[in-house]
């Protein structure tokens, strides 16, 4: 932060990090209060759902809509009341001043009187050739947002937590046959989801055994899955794959200046954005680990967007 001589910055009242439904949504409501947001919309314009085909539970979209489509529309709102959305990803901040400086790229200086933080995170996934090229043609990190695509088909899900039960068992509303995948012969997760699993005669796990790769030309059409115990080597026949091996909070860059728990999502006060400094404001799934959907995170957004437009009048 010493090397970039901020005598020159620019000066912003509002400045947004992150986009995704929830950056968009707060653009959009800071642009009508006459905030003039700047957004940096940092590596991944748009967020989690430029990877994600149909969406079909965002309000408003009887028919469904592509993921990139609802960016889109979400972006074309923001710009239309004055949102100045820019290409750039933040880099380092120091919140320890106001006001706060903001590096984009490692090389341009931003002042902000406030922060808004919708950096998302991102989904983890195993790392397969073809399980990224897959994404959102039977390849998911979603259940909830994905599952009723899967409807009276067999799929198979990667996981061991609370998240992979919960996952699973929303998937037998849907799929003919859920198959839960699992390195070890034991789950971490709670006992309590364990035994809801364990119980439920739609799913059938397959213990002590990895995924090798997501078979299917357009479309997923199997699995190659091995057992780690025997080296045996097998196609399992599924038409949807989904990974629920945790997400990883976006966060990284603000290292210790703000308050977050142990897997590193920011913690905000109860019913609000506020952050644990005061003008930085956070929202989606930045700080948000227990619902992950477009909807909420736009509802995030405009909280965040409102808090901060009336932090702004107390301090005036």
Known sequence: MEAVDFSGAEHHKVVIVGTGPAGLTAALYAARANLAPVVF????????????????????????????????????QAARFGADLRYGSVTSVDFTERPFRLV???????????????????????????????????????????????????VAIVGGGDTAMEEALFLTRFASRVYLIHRRDAFRASQIMQDRVLGHDKVEVIWNTVVKDVLGDKDVDGLIIENVETGDV??????????????????DVFGDQLKKNETGYIIT??????????GVFACGDAQDHVYRQAVTAAGTGCMAAIDAERWLVEQD
């Open 104 to 154: 984009i790229d490692e090389e341009m200086p931003v002042l902000a009187d406030v922060v808004i933080i919708s950096t998302g995170a991102s989904a983890k996934y195993l790392g397969l050739d073809n399980e990224r090229r897959l994404l959102g043609h039977g390849v998911s990190a979603c259940a909830t947002c994905d599952g009723a695509f899967f409807r009276d088909q067999e």
């Open 234 to 251: 097998r196609t399992l026949p599924v038409q949807g794959f989904f990974v629920a091996i945790g997400h990883k909070p976006n966060t």
């Open 269 to 278: 006060k109860p019913d609000s954005t506020y952050t644990s400094v005061e």
């Open 41 to 76: 919309q940092g590596p991944e314009p748009g967020g989690q759902l430029i990877t994600t085909t149909d969406v079909e539970n965002y309000p408003g979209f009887p028919d469904g809509i592509m993921g990139p489509e609802m960016m889109d529309k979400f972006e074309k």
